[in-house]
């Protein structure tokens, strides 16, 4: 593996000694209809599980508690479509800190309520017509907080790629590992740990269909930008890859597969339905790949991150009943 | 621990054997935001993800796996209200069998077409007017089917005990366990493991108020008959205990809590939202019972059975905004 990545191996085991005992180790779940459906041994890391119902308490938490005393002192900021923020606020109340957040209007009402649960400041804005990143730099600028990016720091990428460690840990080698992606941190921290353990691992990336902003990238081999996807996928509503996530995936990624939304549903009914787990459709995106095999010729043993389970019961039951008015009038 | 009950630790020690590999051996789940709202540390034994998606699968695979040759020749048959068909039909696919299974005409859709799914025949009656018990062995004398019952055996007990097994064996001595009760069979299989490996583990079982056979019947000393219970919590609607189960339950089980059928909903929808797991009614009442404070005195470490996983999306999320509504017109 490179040396010269802005995330090392080292890095995410240091990360993993942070998180021991304050992050859940997640349990790793097989199916044997999963299996039979996808034609190979699947391993599903549940970060549906994890503290705030997602992955991204790994990074956050990594990222506050290495800033100074000083820092902390200030407190923090953070701009994330939901999980991100969950994330920090939780970090910053675990490590005596506080935290301002800057949340589009639209996120889902229970990410919204949950952050504010942490004891978080909420500040909303239009994801539609206003820049996230300048008005998380601004906010945290004019309040003298420190800013804990969802996915473009390495100390995030390192938390993050916790996960992927402890299911390799579980498992054993892989054939591949297959990651969502939104900004790429999780995806960037996994290929890290993956292929330090494992060199000929195939790291496989999903986006939807609309938010393909990192296959695009890889393909070009720089990072594009597109408009503002429009998907049930929020947490992978994303415009343009992170740059530290880009610089390492360009490297380790092996490929990227898309998946439409109503694959995504299909997935989260299955997840519901056979498995017994609650999926968002950003956390449910690497299992709809499979499932609708968006993996070419799937290897033997493949690990997925289930990366998420923020989800309203209410907006659930209306995305599965959607899906199946299409398949019933597509059918 | 007596010495002269129908089912020894030893009997539960080998069907764990006869079970491994065969049954899951499913994740003990916690939560901080559960332990907080219940004021005790709290484990949660999966038993959803369970094969057939509840616990039922290691009572019906131990039963099975002890027929003789010739009774397996000849095929099995069972009654159940839904999970104990699918666990019977799946066990005798594995062991290299058929099944008959008798169920009611009003179980649920996903149960009834799982049942079929695992190649059984189906045969229905109706719950409110029909005996199932004298159906089902009618059923099975006509055929010469060795009739697996739902929990009214030893070997189904043993079977079922191994949740409860490997629960201790993850956690190690707790204060107390809660185990929802149907005809009894999880319970008195939990209780037995239970108090052989901390005798002073207090053992706690839960029904929903309308189905109180079990508590009613452990006060007179004996099994009394209840009318058909009109509850949410299909598998936990019998009349009477069993007979087997009870003979245990009333030397082993130390108290039965009661919880209302809005108390189980609420209980879905936390598992749902904070935990990220599916429960079906039956599946809830042991979390219902805790997180509606009915269980009393909760102790500090607390064991939970979430027995099963099997309800459809759509009624789901119907029972959902029913409790809704209920409670927006009551608040």
Known sequence: MPADLPVTFDDVREAAVRLQGIAHRTPVLTSRTLNSLVGAEVFIKCENFQRVGAFKFRGAYNAVAQLTAGQRAKGVAAYSSGNHAQATALAARELGTTAVI?????????????????????????????????????????????????????????????????????????????????????????????????????????EPEAGDDTKRSLESGERVSIPVPRTIADGQALTTPGEIPFAINRRLVDAVSLVSDEEIVRAMRFAFERLKIVLEPSGASGLAALLAGRVENPPRRIGVIASGGNVDIERFADLVRAEEGESVRGD
């Open 102 to 206: 800057l949340m589009p209007e639209d996120a889902p009402r229970s990410k919204l309520a949950a952050t504010a649960g942490y004891g978080a400041e909420i500040v909303t804005y239009d994801r539609y017509t206003q820049d996230r990143t300048a008005l998380g730099e601004a906010l945290a600028a004019d309040r003298g907080l420190a800013l804990i990016p969802p996915y473009d720091h390495p100390h995030v990428i390192a938390g993050q790629a916790t996960a992927a460690l402890e299911l390799l840990e579980d498992t054993g080698e892989l054939d591949a590992l297959v990651v969502p992606v939104g900004g790429g941190g999780l995806i960037a921290g996994s290929a890290t740990a993956a292929k330090a353990l494992y060199p000929r691992i195939r790291v496989v990336g999903v």
